[in-house]
């Protein structure tokens, strides 16, 4: 069901089914989220199947980063939600008297959410939630990258839930295209900064609101006072979940000079500690998505920089967890979005230097920085600008729902997770509520001498 025709009649049913009124109710939200957590439930092994058929996603990471984060933002939102869809009552002003003043958190209607192949079940439902828990319709259109679990989403989907209601369109950039010429309430796109801009572009010329989750380089650095033996696990952990492939990855080392070389030989350690002495056989390493992304990641592999790791195997799609060191901004690698299992370490001596070098760059997903030093993390904290941040962590911070999750400048725009989540698909309507009388006379003309009274 691809064609612009059928795509056209499909928006138009799910406006005749938001018009009716019927996703409104709290009950009936609560009901869709629950009937939801339990598909997922259901379900557990099909996903865990299909994410380790289209990228050899290890099961383990796969419930922790695909199906634990998704019942546990079905959970928050079930306890929450109640008091969320409240009139909420603000103080009304002196001017207005008498009146009462809410706010009325309104659903903005048939919404459209385009999804990443990186963590394709979570990146595609997790924006739904909050669009069901908001009173929306809406229409899912998962990477085409990843075809056994793009199947398994629209067969979830269609199997709970009718089209009018929420429907699942599959499909690559043209069905995406046919979909963006469609009048949607709403748009919430997560992928890559030149999707980016052609789906802001879209979004604008109908005017629809659009929250874009995009990616970039996030920079991890680590000064002289940092733990290494801690920030080494945090970071290969970061660095090489789903074998790199994730959006708020640690893109890139910046290292104090004086404590380079200990770094790297605990980073070492760890990625063995972790993966073993052949990478290439561990359980618990994802492979790269398509055979284009392994060519592009070999293309940015330049040998004479590798401090560990370096294989490569084509016919498997694995690139070994990689440390990169010597490299510096012109190298091609600190060009473009790694997004794999290559991590290039640079350096820096003094940290307003280290603040200068991530200044210099679009602003990030994500920052981390590894410091036992107060003054150092207030000062990274305040100079630098990024969609989110960690002190001595990696990744962490998307995992509590009252942490609203997005980017900033090119990393994108609007946020989502928890109660985030519920307003990225809700219109803030703010309500004036005033009895017939009193009506008093100041405000209307003529004014006469009424300036004289103010
Ligand atoms: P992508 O931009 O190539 O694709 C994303 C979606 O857009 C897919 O559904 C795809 O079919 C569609 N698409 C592709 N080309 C299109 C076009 N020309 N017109 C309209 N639609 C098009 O991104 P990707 O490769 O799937 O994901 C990787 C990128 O996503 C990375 O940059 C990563 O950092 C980012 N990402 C961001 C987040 C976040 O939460 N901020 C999460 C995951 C991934």
Redesign the pocket.
Known sequence: MTSPQQLEALVHQQKTFFSSGQTRPLEFRRQILRRLQEAIEKEEAAIIAALAQDFGKPPFETYATEIAILLSEIKFLLRHLPQWVKLRKVKSSFLNFPSRDAIYAEPYGVSLV??????PFQ?TLSPMLGAIAAGCCAIL?????TPATSQLTARLIQENFPPEYLAVVQ???????TL?ELSFDKIF????????K??AQ?AAKQLIPVT?????KSPCLVDETANLAVAAKRIVWGKFLNAG????APDYLLVQESVAAPLLEHLAQTITEFYGSSPAESPDFARI?NER?FNRLKGLLAQENVYAGGQTDAARRFIAPTLLSGVTWEHPIMQE?I?GPLLPVLTFQTLPEAIAQVNAQPKP?ALYFFTENGKAKEAVLTRTSS?GACINDTISH?TNPFLP???VGT??HGNYHGKASFDAFSHQKSILMKPSRPDLPLRYPPYADKLGWI
């Open positions: 385009i999804g990443a192949w990186n963590y990146l259109k998962p990477s085409e990258l499909g690559g950039p043209e069905v995406s295209q963006l796109f997560t992928g890559s900064v030149p999707v980016g052609i789906v879209a874009l989750e995009l990616g970039g492939q994730t959006c708020v998505i992304h979005e997004f997903l969609g998307l999750f997005g980017g990393s994108g």
